[in-house]
């Protein structure tokens, strides 16, 4: 693999916080042009690892490098070269759009600021908004106010912690559509999410709970590999099948979507057998896990091994 095309290269990574471990064992590759999607129950580490892969927090342990910089040594430089938006929006309210890029600009020595800044108020639609209170903005606005300060310094890879939380599907929409135009123009991104549709919308997936990397791949990937078995029922009073199915051992997980419920195991024979008493009340089909279902399973097993 050409080695340039490596942007993340991170193994065993840890990082404990007052003895305990927020990151266990952390390994990611990504190369040029991904957008990886960072999943996993809260308090699982997420932004502890964005906060290390760029240079924010040194691990207590591991190696690895990211954009070429070595992730122990050279954080001054690797931070020079990551956008990181941070999970709670984090610029002043008590300025304008306008002095907030620019005093954002002026930390990372960008020389023609008034350029740059006017390039990237126009592309994210930011100028009418230009001296109006940061802290005015709605909450889409504010979006795309935090994602252009990540981008003045033209950086390499875009580090994105939880970006679309709270805010509409329109707006999600568009900001991912302006994360695809990203990577079309060369820019790596790493975002973490809780969204599904949002996960879809990403070349791979990490998924990662209680520190512990479990999973990695496409979607599909994730599907395939996940040893899961699901059927789908539908018919009336769903409901109360999901609570009689919910007491049997082999039935690891019921989910609904929509008018239709979802129930799965780890061993399809026991799962089958398990639902044989509920034929002739619902309708059945056998269908490929949802990528829901598969991430409720990850942790379901991570909390079996704790
Ligand atoms: N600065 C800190 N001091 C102490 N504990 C922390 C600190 N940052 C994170 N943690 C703990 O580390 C774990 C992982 O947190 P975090 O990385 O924020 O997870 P996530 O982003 O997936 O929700 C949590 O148990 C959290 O309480
Ligand atoms: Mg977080």
Redesign the pocket.
Known sequence: MNKSNIIIDAHKLNKK??GIP?VIDFALTLKKGEICGFL?P????????LRMLCGLLTPDSGEGSCLGFDLLRQSYEIKRQVGYMTQNFSLYGEMTVKENLYFIARIYGIKNKEEVVDFYMKRFNLSSHADQLTANLSGGTKQRLALTGCLLHKPKLLLLDEPTAGVDPKTRREFWDEVHKLSQEGITTLV?THYMDEAARCTRLVYIAYGQLLAQGTASELIANSGLSTWVASGSNLSQLADELRTLKDIEQTAFFGDKLHVSGQDPVLLKQAILPFQTRYSWENIPPDLEDVFIHLVTQAEQNL
């Open positions: 916080f007052n927020a996993g809260n308090g699982s580490g997420k932004t502890t690892t973490s």
